[in-house]
């Protein structure tokens, strides 16, 4: 059992690496793949060591999915925000310790939601119906916050943030669509960001991976506790995932600089899937597409299946943690021996063949809208956060209406 047990895992590792690193490969897909060949699957292994399969991907997927995100500008939902602040670092040759403040920020989450995992488990209960109540209002006030800040800007900031939440609602009642958020997300905050770079003829320059980390102690510990008390809420509230953590989370911890922002985002990324166990364990419920498929292939998570999946995701996570900063150094060497203009082009030419492979000519409609915003946005002179309306305004009216 033990051996079959720690070669699920390694497994679950090695895939994580591959949905990590490739854009658009996102692990729900893998995890329904799991679900739907699981017939065939268990007679030769057990449903607890498919689970522990899919945890292990899990965890490492969401340490190696800055990777494409920082370098190529190809986020997922839980590193949109991320691709802004990590790419101002790359052109000054830090793209490497932009992804080593995420690698701190998921790290740290996992060792403190350990930790903490009893409380986590003995508060859902009673906390789940008080916090639904009030989150809808929550992300309201801080949604009018971020735009108040934009002095002289704030009327742009209001259509960024309402333009972006019409799309995204759109997008996601969009049922032929295969991966909404494929196109949306690389279309906003990716290619947008790519092409002006384009425009203004940057150039990457010599990445240096040696280079001291800036962002303070104390910055460390209000990151990543923040990370893990949002995550915690991610976990069990229906709608809320990462990307709404990030924006309650930076509401809360203030300007940490881009150092700091990474480090939130990376751990809010990583809390919300280690605390999900807990949620189907203590709920029932499962609030995301792998741990969904986890509670399928398992009928009932135990106390005993709880610990396993705790011991999982710690050596998932130190051996995700190694592999994210090797896998950094290849990059940080490999994209500055690319001229930067077909570098740009390679990605563009990327993220339409994969659009077009999964939702063909209506996923591009929908990534040509989304970019011909993100570039309006830019144009205004607004911060790109608050493009994040296209998740946060179906939240809103998820909790409010």
């Not at 920020?105 to 009893?118: C, K, R, Y």
């Not at 009673?126 to 971020?146: H, S």
């Not at 570098?343 to 209506?362: A, P, S």
């Amino acid at each position: 059992m033990f051996i079959e047990t720690l070669l699920a895992t390694l497994l679950g590792i090695g895939t994580g690496i591959i949905t990590g690193l490739v854009p658009g490969i996102h692990i729900n897909l893998v995890s329904m793949l799991v679900v739907v060949s699981s017939p065939l699957l268990l007679i030769y292994t057990s449903p607890l060591t498919l689970g522990t399969y899919i945890i292990s991907l899990a965890l490492t997927h969401t340490f190696l999915d800055a990777i494409p995100g920082i370098y190529l500008g190809a986020p997922d939902e839980a590193q949109a925000l991320n691709v802004l602040p990590g790419h101002r670092l790359l052109l000054q040759g830090l793209g490497h310790n932009a992804v080593l403040y995420t690698v701190i920020g998921s790290l740290g989450s996992v060792l403190l939601s350990i930790l903490f995992f009893p409380l986590f488990i003995s508060s859902m209960v009673w906390l789940q119906p008080l916090v639904a109540g009030i989150i809808g209002y929550l992300l309201i006030i801080i949604t009018l916050f971020m735009i108040w800040r934009q002095k002289g800007k704030r009327l742009y900031a209001l259509l960024a943030f309402l333009l972006s939440g019409v799309l995204g609602l759109l997008v996601f009642n969009i049922s032929l669509l295969k991966q909404p958020l494929f196109p949306l997300l690389s279309g906003l905050f990716g290619i947008s960001l790519l092409l002006i770079s384009l425009s203004e003829k940057t150039s990457i320059p010599s990445q240096k991976t040696d280079a001291p980390l800036t962002i303070s102690k104390k910055n460390i510990i209000k990151t990543i506790s923040a990370a893990s008390g949002v995550g915690y809420l991610a976990a069990f509230l229906p709608g809320f995932g990462s990307s709404q953590a990030a924006i309650v989370a930076t509401g809360a911890v203030g300007d940490v600089g881009d150092e700091g922002f990474l480090t939130l985002v990376g751990g809010i990324n990583t809390a919300n899937m280690l605390i999900s166990i807990a949620t189907v364990y203590i709920l029932q419920k499962a609030r995301n597409g792998a741990i969904v498929a986890v509670q399928q292939l398992m009928d009932t998570i135990t106390l005993s299946h709880l610990f396993q999946f705790i011991a999982v995701s710690l050596i998932a996570a130190g051996i995700a943690s190694i592999l994210t900063i090797y896998f950094s150094k290849i990059f940080a060497s490999v994209i500055v021996k690319i001229p930067y203009a077909k570098l740009i082009l390679g990605i563009v030419i990327f993220i339409t063949g994969f659009t077009l492979y999964f939702d063909g000519l209506l996923g591009l409609l929908v990534l040509l809208t989304s970019t011909a915003l993100g570039l309006l946005v830019t144009q205004w002179g607004v911060g790109k956060n608050h493009l994040l309306g296209c998740l946060i305004l179906p939240v809103i009216l998820y909790f409010t209406l």
